[in-house]
Nanobody, 129 residues
Framework: LQLQASGGGLVQAGGSLRLSCVVS?????????IGWFRQAPGKEREGVSC????????DYAESVKGRFTISRDNAKNTVYLLMNNLRHEDTAVYFC??????????????????????WGQGTQVTVSS
Protein backbone atom coordinates (compact mmCIF):
# COMPACT_ATOMS: atom_id res chain seq x y z
CA LEU A 1 0.00 0.00 0.00
CA GLN A 2 1.09 3.54 -0.74
CA LEU A 3 -0.55 6.67 0.60
CA GLN A 4 -0.29 10.19 -0.75
CA ALA A 5 -1.58 13.00 1.45
CA SER A 6 -2.25 16.46 0.05
CA GLY A 7 -4.33 19.57 0.61
CA GLY A 8 -2.37 21.25 3.36
CA GLY A 9 -1.51 24.91 3.33
CA LEU A 10 -1.62 28.21 5.15
CA VAL A 11 -5.01 29.41 6.36
CA GLN A 12 -6.27 32.00 8.80
CA ALA A 13 -7.93 30.97 12.02
CA GLY A 14 -11.56 30.19 11.39
CA GLY A 15 -10.85 29.04 7.87
CA SER A 16 -11.18 25.62 6.27
CA LEU A 17 -9.05 23.09 4.45
CA ARG A 18 -9.77 19.70 2.97
CA LEU A 19 -7.04 17.09 3.09
CA SER A 20 -6.99 14.14 0.73
CA CYS A 21 -5.31 10.79 1.09
CA VAL A 22 -5.04 8.70 -2.07
CA VAL A 23 -4.37 5.02 -1.53
CA SER A 24 -2.74 2.86 -4.19
CA UNK A 25 -1.03 -0.49 -4.61
CA UNK A 26 -3.74 -2.74 -3.29
CA UNK A 27 -6.15 -5.24 -4.77
CA UNK A 28 -9.75 -4.24 -5.34
CA UNK A 29 -10.67 -7.18 -3.11
CA UNK A 30 -8.71 -5.75 -0.17
CA UNK A 31 -10.26 -3.70 2.58
CA UNK A 32 -8.45 -1.04 4.58
CA UNK A 33 -9.24 1.40 7.34
CA ILE A 34 -7.68 4.88 7.26
CA GLY A 35 -6.58 7.13 10.06
CA TRP A 36 -5.46 10.74 10.10
CA PHE A 37 -2.77 11.74 12.55
CA ARG A 38 -0.88 14.95 13.18
CA GLN A 39 2.36 16.05 14.73
CA ALA A 40 3.07 19.57 15.84
CA PRO A 41 6.62 20.83 16.43
CA GLY A 42 7.97 19.52 19.70
CA LYS A 43 4.95 17.33 20.33
CA GLU A 44 4.15 13.67 19.94
CA ARG A 45 2.05 12.42 17.07
CA GLU A 46 -1.63 12.23 17.93
CA GLY A 47 -4.67 10.66 16.35
CA VAL A 48 -7.14 13.02 14.71
CA SER A 49 -9.76 10.84 13.07
CA CYS A 50 -10.29 7.41 11.56
CA UNK A 51 -12.76 5.72 9.25
CA UNK A 52 -13.61 2.10 8.59
CA UNK A 53 -13.40 0.61 5.10
CA UNK A 54 -17.13 0.93 4.59
CA UNK A 55 -17.16 4.50 5.85
CA UNK A 56 -19.89 3.54 8.28
CA UNK A 57 -17.74 3.85 11.38
CA UNK A 58 -15.77 6.96 12.26
CA ASP A 59 -14.12 8.45 15.30
CA TYR A 60 -12.60 11.79 16.21
CA ALA A 61 -10.27 13.23 18.77
CA GLU A 62 -12.11 15.38 21.29
CA SER A 63 -10.20 18.44 20.16
CA VAL A 64 -11.61 18.26 16.62
CA LYS A 65 -15.12 16.94 17.19
CA GLY A 66 -17.70 19.16 15.57
CA ARG A 67 -15.08 20.84 13.39
CA PHE A 68 -13.51 18.03 11.34
CA THR A 69 -15.30 15.48 9.16
CA ILE A 70 -13.73 12.35 7.73
CA SER A 71 -15.17 10.65 4.67
CA ARG A 72 -14.08 8.33 1.92
CA ASP A 73 -14.81 7.55 -1.70
CA ASN A 74 -13.73 3.98 -2.30
CA ALA A 75 -14.37 4.32 -6.03
CA LYS A 76 -11.60 6.92 -6.05
CA ASN A 77 -9.46 5.20 -3.41
CA THR A 78 -9.47 8.49 -1.53
CA VAL A 79 -10.15 9.50 2.05
CA TYR A 80 -10.88 13.11 2.92
CA LEU A 81 -10.54 15.17 6.06
CA LEU A 82 -12.60 18.34 5.96
CA MET A 83 -11.34 20.76 8.57
CA ASN A 84 -13.55 23.70 9.46
CA ASN A 85 -13.13 26.49 12.00
CA LEU A 86 -9.41 25.88 12.13
CA ARG A 87 -7.47 27.05 15.16
CA HIS A 88 -3.84 27.95 15.63
CA GLU A 89 -3.40 24.79 17.70
CA ASP A 90 -4.37 22.69 14.64
CA THR A 91 -1.04 23.64 13.07
CA ALA A 92 0.87 20.42 12.41
CA VAL A 93 2.01 17.98 9.79
CA TYR A 94 -0.93 15.74 9.00
CA PHE A 95 -0.39 12.11 8.05
CA CYS A 96 -2.74 9.49 6.75
CA UNK A 97 -2.19 5.84 7.56
CA UNK A 98 -3.76 2.58 6.45
CA UNK A 99 -4.54 -0.68 8.17
CA UNK A 100 -5.52 -3.61 5.96
CA UNK A 101 -8.72 -5.11 7.37
CA UNK A 102 -9.61 -7.66 4.71
CA UNK A 103 -9.60 -10.46 7.27
CA UNK A 104 -11.18 -8.37 10.01
CA UNK A 105 -14.19 -6.71 8.44
CA UNK A 106 -15.34 -3.54 6.76
CA UNK A 107 -16.49 -1.94 10.02
CA UNK A 108 -13.27 -2.46 11.95
CA UNK A 109 -11.95 0.83 13.26
CA UNK A 110 -8.35 0.84 14.48
CA UNK A 111 -7.88 3.82 16.77
CA UNK A 112 -4.31 3.37 17.98
CA UNK A 113 -1.46 4.47 15.74
CA UNK A 114 0.32 1.20 16.45
CA UNK A 115 -2.52 -0.57 14.64
CA UNK A 116 -1.60 1.08 11.34
CA UNK A 117 0.88 -0.53 8.97
CA UNK A 118 1.31 1.97 6.15
CA TRP A 119 1.96 5.70 6.37
CA GLY A 120 1.95 8.57 3.92
CA GLN A 121 4.53 11.35 3.82
CA GLY A 122 2.47 14.07 5.51
CA THR A 123 1.12 17.45 4.50
CA GLN A 124 1.72 20.69 6.40
CA VAL A 125 -1.21 22.62 7.81
CA THR A 126 -0.45 26.06 9.20
CA VAL A 127 -3.15 28.14 10.85
CA SER A 128 -2.32 31.77 11.48
CA SER A 129 -3.90 33.38 14.49
Amino acid sequence: LQLQASGGGLVQAGGSLRLSCVVSGFSSRDYYAIGWFRQAPGKEREGVSCVSHSGGSTDYAESVKGRFTISRDNAKNTVYLLMNNLRHEDTAVYFCAARPVTNVGTEYLPEDENDYDYWGQGTQVTVSS
